[in-house]
């Protein structure tokens, strides 16, 4: 017979595992597969690389590559121009 578990269930078991707790321990306690929790694991993880605060970090982190590139451009050329 398939145990299915609330999302808040679910959440407070990834959320426990995330805090350090063994998988193991989180089975002997409430009775949950490991493979159910690694499952949740995995999913949590996937979903928290989409959350607002990680979006923007990639875009200013790409914005910063941006400029830094700019900038390395901007030297060599007052390099080259000083030169002359």
């Known amino acids: 017979m398939v145990k299915k578990h609330t999302q808040e269930f679910k ?8 805090s350090g707790k063994s998988l193991k321990d989180i089975h ?6 490991t493979e159910s929790v690694r499952s949740w694991l995995k ?5 928290d690389q ?3 605060e990680n979006v923007r970090l990639s875009a200013l982190e790409k ?3 941006r400029l830094r590139e700019e900038l390395r451009i901007l030297k060599v050329t007052a390099v080259l121009l000083a030169k002359n």
């Open 11 to 18: 959440d407070y078991i990834v959320e426990m595992a995330q």
């Open 28 to 33: 002997t306690e409430y009775g949950v597969w």
């Open 43 to 47: 999913k949590a993880n996937h979903l």
């Open 50 to 52: 989409y959350t607002p």
């Open 63 to 65: 914005e910063n590559k």
